[in-house]
């Protein structure tokens, strides 16, 4: 016998529980399928462990210029990292039992623990069970990327999955894979007290596209711990440990991090089954803007379909399809929602972030680059974190802001003031009428828009930029 219900979710990640949040308060009739732990990805194994543990060596590594400020004692300083380990694990336990709250209330009619599989359009599979929904929300995240021939080194190859578990650190371990994650993980090790080789097939760290922006990061990071760039990795299980070599390099660690990214869960969710289009890499097509496949009743959110797998798009995407799959069964056409301004940031030190447009998707005749070198940034000049370049991508036509991109002190917070103001296609000259503080960070920002000031084709008088009409 089948089942009926009107939204099956699959998935109880992030995009699957923002999806629920919409699900649940236009009807009872719904079920949430999730195979494995409750608790989603950034609670559990991403954004949230990773920045207890970027904390706790940040914290450890300020000492590193108490001389300078005249403090003594910071070389007796020491660090327990058992019991850093054990509170970063404690205060992931709570971030993800927070996560837990939207699930806590569900039945057994509700909630099922299990893998569900498509039989067809409109029926899924689980557990011996079938259920035929009039609308599906496909949100079953994402897995860490192990290439074949690694798995054989069994324990001494983990990824975030099983790193956040650690009970205490290596002496010595290599990150390969220099996203952001590998980055900050990386650079937390060393700070740590381990011994870190950090290697990436790829001349850029953290996905970067501005070369300049990209050699003053690898420049600054690698004064830190050495960054072994251009060449992929190899390793060999020796007596020891693992021989890790890429290019002339090589380094005997007792541990691998492997963070080459993460792969959509979709293998065992028997696609065939559906006519779901498949893109060239394999990933379901869909609209962005209302998250449908095609016109099947079927929706996908979050890391699964490999666009912007990062939470607060995670979030934003599982709530239109929690919407949008309400509005099919209610026999509504799909609403169409706006993208967010693209945003990522790598909280390494310093931070490293992007904002809007890229240098790929920009036509360098029809932009002009507004930069600051933060080096004389007063503010940043204080607290001994002046390394760092700040780069605005700017319409020359109008002075319309399109992007940036940056490594600097406090890049997420910059980010964000940045992203804000290109969601509200703010130009050059209405970010200058907006009050900048002294002696703040953000006076970099201001810098970098008057910098780019003479490089348009419109000009405004500044004086006439407050002057009251």
């Avoid at 009807?27 to 904390?55: H, W, Y």
């Avoid at 590998?182 to 870190?196: A, C, D, F, P």
């Avoid at 922006?213 to 693992?242: R, S, Y």
Wanted: aromatic share 6%; net charge negative; with cysteine.
């Amino acid at each position: 016998m089948t089942r009926e219900v009107d939204v099956a979710i699959l998935g109880a990640g992030s995009a699957g529980l923002f999806a629920l949040s919409q699900v649940k308060s236009k009807t009872d009739n719904f079920v949430l399928i999730n195979g494995g732990e409750l608790g989603t990805t950034c609670a559990r194994v991403g954004c949230m462990p990773s920045k207890v543990l970027i904390q706790v060596a940040e914290d450890f590594h300020r000492k590193s210029i108490f001389e300078r400020e005249g403090i003594e004692g910071g070389e007796a300083l020491s660090i327990d990292v058992p019991t850093a380990m054990e509170h970063v694990q404690d205060l992931r336990d709570m971030f993800v039992e927070r996560t837990l709250g939207a699930t806590n209330n569900l039945d057994a009619t509700h909630l099922i623990d299990g893998y569900a599989k498509f039989i067809s359009n409109d029926t899924i599979i689980v557990n011996g069970e079938q259920i035929k929904a009039k609308a599906i929300i496909i949100a079953t995240g994402s897995t860490p990327v192990i290439p074949a021939p690694w798995r054989e080194f069994a324990d001494d190859v983990l990824t975030t999955d099983e790193f956040f578990e650690l009970e205490d650190l290596p002496d010595s371990m290599a990150v390969i894979g220099l996203g952001s994650i590998g980055l900050e993980i990386g650079q937390s090790l060393h700070r740590m007290g381990v011994k870190v080789a950090a290697i990436d097939q790829l001349d850029t760290i953290a996905k970067l596209e501005d070369e300049q922006v990209n050699e003053l990061a690898k420049t600054v990071i690698n004064k830190e711990f050495p960054l072994w760039l251009g060449q992929p990795a190899t390793l060999q299980k020796v007596d020891g440990g693992i021989q890790v070599s890429a290019g002339d390099n090589q380094m005997l660690v007792d541990k691998v991090l492997a963070s080459l990214g993460r792969k959509p869960n979709l293998a065992n969710l028997n696609l065939v089954a559906t006519d779901i289009k498949l893109d060239e890499n394999g990933i379901p097509e869909f609209d962005p803007l209302t998250m449908q496949l095609g016109n099947l009743p079927i929706f996908i959110a979050g890391d699964v379909n490999a666009d912007r797998p990062i939470l607060h798009e995670a979030g934003h995407q599982g709530r239109i399809a929690g919407n949008n799959a309400m509005r099919h069964v209610n026999g509504k056409s799909t609403d169409k929602f706006k993208q967010k301004v693209a945003m990522a940031i790598t909280f390494c030190d310093p931070n490293i972030a992007t904002v809007g447009a890229q240098l790929s998707e920009l036509n360098q005749d029809e932009i002009a680059i507004g930069e600051i070198q933060f080096a004389p940034v007063g503010r940043a000049l204080i607290m001994g974190k002046n390394r760092g370049l700040l780069r605005l991508y700017v319409q020359k036509s109008d002075g319309l802001l399109l992007g940036a991109c940056m490594c600097c002190v406090k890049a997420e917070n910059l980010a964000h003031l940045i992203c804000w103001s290109i969601q509200q296609s703010m130009t050059v000259f209405d970010m200058l009428k907006m009050p900048f503080y002294h002696p703040v960070i953000e006076e970099a920002l201001q810098a970098a828009l008057y910098n780019v000031l003479p490089q348009l084709d419109v000009k405004q008088d500044l004086v006439e930029l407050v002057r009251v009409e």
